[in-house]
């Protein structure tokens, strides 16, 4: 209540409560009246009222205490001035939840095969769409690595990853290839990041050309490029994979999946194994020859990269015959989001 009322009250109480007896307590009850404004409330003052000034706080306590005499004595602690109680300091709540994931890996398992000119142009103009509105709708997102490989041991990479399979490409050689030099990354590695000119720098390392082998090994190329070896210090892709980011694994074939060793239980174990056990934190998108083909297609049917794609919480597949893999990337994106939002950080 407000000061003025409170002494008011006080006085009220104390003046009713005791009467000249002629033991002089009357006088000694106008003399504590009298100096409220400076006296702390006394412990008979702070029980008798049936209004207490906080639920938060025990009507026994009090700020002073009370002599032999019914007098009551200053609190050694008090400033000087009384006490007014202001409850409990209000609960902050829950700490906020922690955000979304802050990091997304994407690695790009192209075949350069002699079939695939055709796809691999159309992957490159469907590419800056796509990581433009990755960047947009993962808003938390604060850092991407985006990476390139084939599906065998590239021939006209970068010393000394040239025929490396799994190796990240940053030079290109041979048939329908950019034939070009792709860095350096700002990264300073063999990766690019979003401080690149990603349409520049992607066009040119997605465009891997077509004189590979034709016994191709999309899954085997990705799990040596995803995993601890090529992960080394000086090794072709330190520091592109990341413990803390979510993974998102893009498969682009015309051809079955015949040349890697395994089946796909064994590729989807080993994948989740190198992401921590933690499955959901992988996003699997297949541009693939499609059973029922909703366009004119010579590619082969990839059953087994179907199988492995669909072991996966998040995922989608799409047909490699697509006149544009725009809308494929496009609803990619809420699958993507969807896994972010959902990431479970290692550990």
């Known amino acids: 209540m407000p000061r003025a009322a409170t002494l008011v009250t006080l006085a009220s109480l104390a003046l009713s409560a005791c009467s000249d ?22 412990t008979e003052d702070a029980t008798s009222s049936s209004t207490p000034t906080s639920t938060g706080e025990s009507t026994g306590t009090t700020a002073g205490t009370t002599g032999d005499d019914g007098s009551s004595a200053p609190d050694p602690t008090s400033a000087g001035g009384p006490k007014f109680d202001i409850g409990e300091t209000p609960d902050a709540g829950p700490p906020p939840e922690p955000k979304a994931c802050l990091k997304v890996d994407l690695l790009f398992v192209v075949d350069n095969s002699a079939s695939m000119k055709d796809e691999q142009d159309n992957l490159v ?10 960047q947009q709708q993962l808003e938390d997102a604060e850092s991407l690595h985006i990476g390139v490989v084939s599906t065998d041991k590239y021939e006209g990479n970068e010393n000394p990853c040239d025929g490396v399979l799994g190796g990240l490409i940053t030079q290109t050689d041979g048939s329908n290839s950019s034939n070009a030099y792709c860095g350096p990354y700002v990264s300073g590695k063999r990766y690019m990041t979003e401080q690149d000119d990603l349409a520049t720098r992607f066009a040119c390392a997605a465009q891997v050309g077509t004189s590979g082998d034709s016994n191709e090994k999309p899954l085997q190329a990705a799990l040596r490029a995803l995993g601890p070896e090529l992960a080394q210090p000086g090794q072709c892709n330190e520091g592109f994979v990341r413990d803390d980011a979510l993974l998102v694994l893009v498969i682009i074939t015309d051809e079955e999946e015949d040349g890697s060793s395994g089946d796909p239980p064994d590729w989807f174990g080993e994948l989740v194994a190198l992401k921590g056990g933690i499955e959901t934190n992988i996003v699997t998108l297949a541009l693939i020859g499609p059973e029922n083909p909703e366009c004119d297609s010579a590619a082969e049917v990839a059953y087994r990269i179907v199988d492995f794609a669909e072991m996966f919480t998040y995922g989608s597949i799409g047909q490699i015959c697509a006149a544009s893999f725009q809308p494929f990337f496009h609803d990619a994106i809420a699958v993507i989001d969807q896994a972010c939002e959902n990431f479970v950080p290692p550990g």
């Open 21 to 42: 007896d002629g033991s002089g307590r009357a006088s000694a009850t106008a003399a504590i009246v009298s100096s409220v404004g400076t006296l702390p409330p006394t």
């Open 125 to 134: 103009a469907s590419f800056p769409g796509f990581v433009q509105e990755i």
